[in-house]
């Protein structure tokens, strides 16, 4: 056996078979629920894999996952990761050319796919030759020809093992990106992800020292952890949460979509116990339900809500914790190229930047040296050990971001930061967001902070706009709160002197009816730009 994520979840499922291991919650309101044991999912999975076997799949090929949030998403990862099939996460908010980039870019050659996106992937199939075999969950009828209708699949399939030898050199991979750019496929080592983006079967405590060792921590431990994972599996962070409830042996619950109302009715009926969301654009709506037409809703199972891919605010997080006291409020660290790297201190906010406790094998490097930075200085973040092996089908940004040094691999990220004599982080952003105005460099991270922290602010987003003086002015795209006064720029301006130098505050005020954002939560800052420059002209 080796740290072969199919193996490991095997070994799970053979010491508690009987334990509830998903709950799946349909579309809110209408009461429609699933929930498998650890024996009923691994089954349901084998039947996935036997399936894509009998379909012509080879190990190492690779399967695209267009789907919403439901048990076919996680079914079919572990029926890929079961025969040596590569699965691939597509971003179901794509259009046709963007999902042609993908699915050529990945190389796929097999999609499972939501009924829903019958439209846009019978769009971009005559574009993907490669693209062979194609499983379609829900509607009715077969919709685009072809297309093996994902019940038949399941029952075609054989709900035994039986499969060839697997290796922790099997690959995952994770498409980030599309704010900035092009997606891109980051390439994961199976054992490398278990230990950088699962904690090595125990991200608070000692990582397993052998692969068997994580079915006898379950044996040995009870039940009794819910793990929500609230954003779409199809972005890394979900699905990697809701792994490592599994390498625990315990419950994961999911929701289709991100309701704020239903996570708290959930919440409630399954005691769920750790959360995950992203930053405040999850938060915030929580907050606001609970506080609001879900008050009294009984949320005191809840002891950790992790954040990750975005922050939560220090206004929102206080604004939290008077509502759930106890409940301990975690700003994660990471990225798809990194897996986990520390978590956020607790004097992190406004005027504050994003400090962080990083894990050993994380420093603040030179970009041209890769040398570590001295205290103070700015450099970027840097980690080694466990990380991928590139990007996909893109050796030049490869080359770009991972670097040998002292006989070790490293993956150099997009982040800019200092280090303090402690060895805290104080991530500053992400230096391709960085704004130069005047010769000074602004993250728009520091500023979205302060921003957030107006009681009239219900989200922001900062973006830098040319500027025939400054070379680029800081520009503020705001939501409002419901019914809150319309600011102008200098109170703006008034409020952020408070928390930031003279240089990062806003020269341009543009209120909008939403700060468009993934489904996620992550920032969009290509239209927060576009926004602010069309305002500006």
Known sequence: MEYNLADLFESVVDVVPDREALVYIDHP???????????????????????????????????????????????????????????????????????????????????????????????????????????????????????????????????????????????????????????????????????????????????????????????????????????????????LTSLIGFNFGQRVVIHRKFVPEEVLRTIEKERVTSMSLVGDAMLRPLIDALAGPLKGTDCSSVFSVSSSGAIMSETVRRQFQDLLPNAMLLNNYGSSESGFNGTATNDSGAGQSFRIRVNSRTQVVDPATHEPVAVGEVGRVAQCGHVPLGYYNDPGKTAETFFEKDGRRWVLLGDMATVDEEGVVTVLGRGSQCINTGGEKVYPEEVEQALKSHPDVYDALVAGVPDAQWGNHVAAVVQLRAGAPRPSLDDVQTFCRTHLAGYKIPRQLVITDAIRRSPSGKADYRWAKEVAVAADQ
């Open 29 to 239: 309101g209408t009461g429609a629920e699933r929930r498998l044991t650890y024996a009923e999912l691994d089954a349901a999975a084998n039947r996935v894999a036997h399936h894509l076997i009998d379909a012509g799949l080879r190990p190492g090929e690779h399967l695209g996952l267009h789907l919403y949030n439901g048990i076919e998403y996680l079914q079919t990862v572990f029926g890929c990761l079961k025969a040596r099939i590569v699965p691939v996460n597509v971003n179901y908010r794509y259009v046709e050319d963007e999902l042609i980039y993908l699915y050529r870019d990945a190389d796929l050659v097999a999609l499972v796919f939501d009924a829903e996106f019958d439209g846009r992937v019978a769009a971009a199939l005559p574009q993907c030759p490669k693209l062979r075999h194609l499983v379609r969950v829900g509607g009715a009828g077969r919709g685009i020809p072809g297309a093996v209708p994902f019940t038949e699949a399941e029952a075609a399939g054989s709900p035994e093992r039986g499969f060839p030898t697997r290796s922790g050199d099997d690959q995952f991979i994770i498409y980030t990106g599309g704010t900035t750019g092009m997606p891109k496929g980051v390439m994961w080592r199976q054992e490398d992800l278990f230990f950088s983006g699962l904690g090595g079967g125990a991200p608070t405590g000692e990582p397993v020292k052998r692969p068997e060792e994580l079915a006898e921590r379950v044996a040995a431990g009870g039940s009794g952890i819910t793990f929500f994972p609230t954003p779409p599996l199809m972005h890394g962070t979900s699905t």
